[in-house]
Nanobody
Framework: QVQLVESGGGLVQAGGSLRLSCAASGRSFSSLGMGWFRQAPGKEREFVAVISWSGVSRYYTYSVKGRFTISRDNAKKTVYLQMDSLKPEDTAVYFC?????????????????WGQGTQVTVSS
């Protein structure tokens, strides 16, 4: 079993930055692929970014490429999402997710474990 706790959300003006963190506990963190998803009001949850267990492979949804960076620190059992040049359309609850084997990077069903989410609000 894996427990995930997100932090770092908040209110920021457009063009600003935030760094989200997701702390994991339970089974070996270094064996898990880690992803970030988000859900805006009235919309379905969508994929944002994913990082492989080694940190070598990283994938992003098109709308955040060049603005967001996913990283991980296996010693600290933490994955990060650095969000720069934020836009109002980035406003959402951001969720951390994990799985030992991810079949499809951007599919919710590929992830076994989920955090409770952290709110990110970007004002215009």
């Amino acid at each position: 079993q894996v427990q995930l706790v997100e932090s770092g959300g908040g209110l920021v003006q457009a063009g600003g930055s935030l760094r989200l963190s997701c702390a994991a506990s339970g089974r070996s963190f270094s064996s898990l692929g880690m992803g970030w998803f988000r859900q805006a009001p009235g919309k379905e949850r969508e994929f944002v970014a994913v990082i492989s267990w080694s940190g070598v492979s990283r994938y992003y949804t098109y709308s955040v490429k060049g603005r967001f960076t996913i990283s991980r620190d296996n010693a600290k059992k933490t994955v990060y999402l650095q969000m720069d040049s934020l836009k109002p359309e980035d406003t959402a609850v951001y969720f951390c997710a994990a799985a030992p084997l991810i079949d499809t990077w951007d599919a919710e069903g590929s992830y076994e474990f989920w955090g409770q989410g952290t709110q990110v609000t970007v004002s215009s």
